[in-house]
């Protein structure tokens, strides 16, 4: 059997996936709650022979499922949180909630967990007809929405084993990523003062909220002497209380720093502290600092995404024969002046390949941890229609239709062909292997995420 069978059994069951992807999109479970979507995966992993481990790395909705043995040991990344307030009625191209306050799967991530899984099942399938040696483990990896599910994951070590990893995200066109997400970290910055009457007795006291608003100009000031690409955002999420005339006894913001190599967070971090420790004692007050989380850069392979975006050419693109091709371009006009209507709703053709990898994506994501412990490729395949932004009501409500659906299964092929690519040609993952150590400067994994700070803890600061 060669590699065209594969693609083809994924495409005879392609229904079954549907089937699964939509029940995701339906369960539509926010980060460290995704019970139902974990059920609904084990007894569908089960049935396909793997063996499930339920809870890892202190995640509850954390899993692994592994089937074969023997070298090389692939992982298939797959992803299943949804969104808080993006409930959305699918298959309408108006704004529209399934239920008022609900979840919604705005990133995508119904099908990002299936399409992931359809690789690894394509490459199950490879090695079972060929009767080769190979280990497949899919990870469920719960919160990547702001719980930074991977890193914790990454941390207790789950992904050492692994010779390489794959995965994928939803996206508007089909393409190789030109450069890598950025690292990011969250930090709790809480001021402490002490309350006293406004007016009747000022001197008394110290006003945290002052702290925080010195804090937040230095910060401003800050910003024209970081790197060009690092970011700096903040929301204060505690002002002190509602009245003037009582100074505030306490304030808090939360901030997040993000550049495109992990260890420049570290100088980041430590010159917002200054900023912060300045702020309490021009005040006379203290700060807390708390370090919250963080995720890392990616580090991208061109080993591996070489031979990924090859298969994204060679592929047949189902999306043209999708059934609801109007619907989509329905979609593209809530997004779209008139004036600059496309011709058609989604582009087939992959972009070119920036195999330089020089042109950073301002987003982040905890794939980038599992890609400094082991060489990691991902894709992007268009289930959405151009111009559709993620964590939009519109990428809910394209998240069970057909060309939604189509997108994936193509993504599901082309990562069981890479895999079994990497299979077939075993010195691609001694050169993955090689473009990762020069990647890091031979620096080991920092997870970002103190040690102290377990899952519970962080959902409990978040939520
Ligand atoms: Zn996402």
């Known amino acids: 059997m060669d590699k065209q069978a594969a693609i083809k059994y994924l495409e005879s069951r392609a229904q079954d996936f549907y089937k699964l992807s939509d029940k995701i999109w339906g369960n539509a479970e926010i980060r460290f709650k995704e019970k139902q979507s974990v059920n609904d995966y084990e007894a569908f992993l089960k049935q396909e022979g793997f063996e499930v481990t339920v809870g890892l790395a202190g995640l509850k909705t954390a899993f692994s499922a592994t089937w074969g043995s023997g070298k090389p040991v692939i992982g298939f990344l797959g992803e299943y949180d949804a969104l808080p307030g993006l409930s959305q009625k699918a298959g309408v191209a108006v704004k529209e909630s399934l239920e008022s306050e609900g979840n919604g799967h705005g990133c995508g991530h119904n099908l990002l967990g299936v399409g992931a899984l359809m690789g690894a099942i394509g490459f199950k399938h490879y090695l079972e007809e060929n009767g080769k040696s190979g280990t497949v483990v899919y990870f469920g990896c719960p919160a990547e ?8 994951m990454a941390r207790e070590g789950c992904f050492n084993n692994l010779d390489a990893a794959f995965s994928w995200h939803p996206s508007d066109y089909n393409m190789m990523p030109p450069g890598p997400v950025l690292a990011n970290d969250s930090i709790r910055y809480s001021f402490i003062g002490k309350a006293s009457h406004a007016a009747a007795a000022p001197e008394a006291g110290r006003s945290a909220l002052d702290a925080l608003e010195l804090m937040n100009v230095g910060v401003q000031f800050l910003r024209e002497h970081i790197p060009s690409s690092a970011r700096i955002h903040y929301a204060i999420t505690d002002t002190g209380g509602i009245s003037p005339n009582i100074v505030q006894a306490h304030a808090s913001a939360l901030y997040q720093i ?24 021009m005040t006379d007050t203290q700060v807390e600092i708390k370090f919250l989380k963080g995720t890392s850069n990616t580090l991208l392979i061109p080993a591996l995404d070489e031979i990924m975006y090859k298969n994204m050419c060679e592929i047949s693109n189902p999306i043209a024969e999708a059934k609801d091709l109007d619907f989509a371009y329905e979609i593209v006009k809530t997004q779209k002046s008139p004036d600059k209507l ?8 992959p972009m070119p390949w920036n195999k330089a990898g020089n042109i950073p994506l301002p987003g982040s994501s905890d794939v980038g941890d599992v890609s400094w412990v082991c060489p990691t490729s991902q894709c992007g395949t268009s289930t959405w229609p151009v111009g559709t932004a993620p964590h939009s009501w519109q990428a809910v409500a394209c998240g069970k239709s057909d060309f939604a659906h189509r997108g994936m299964l193509f993504a599901g092929q082309i990562i069981a062909s890479t895999a079994i690519d990497v299979l077939n040609n075993p010195e691609v993952i001694a050169k993955a292997w090689e473009q990762l150590k020069e990647k890091t400067g031979g620096s080991p994994y920092h997870c970002p995420i103190p040690s102290e700070i377990t899952p519970d803890i962080l959902e409990a600061e978040i939520t």
Do not use: H, Q, W
């Open 145 to 152: 929405e702001g719980g930074s599910g991977k890193t914790f």
């Open 342 to 349: 496309p011709e058609n709703a989604f582009v087939l053709k």
């Open 258 to 281: 993000r550049a495109p190599f992990a260890p420049e967070l570290e100088d980041l971090y430590k010159r917002l502290n200054n900023i912060a420790k300045g702020a309490a004692l």
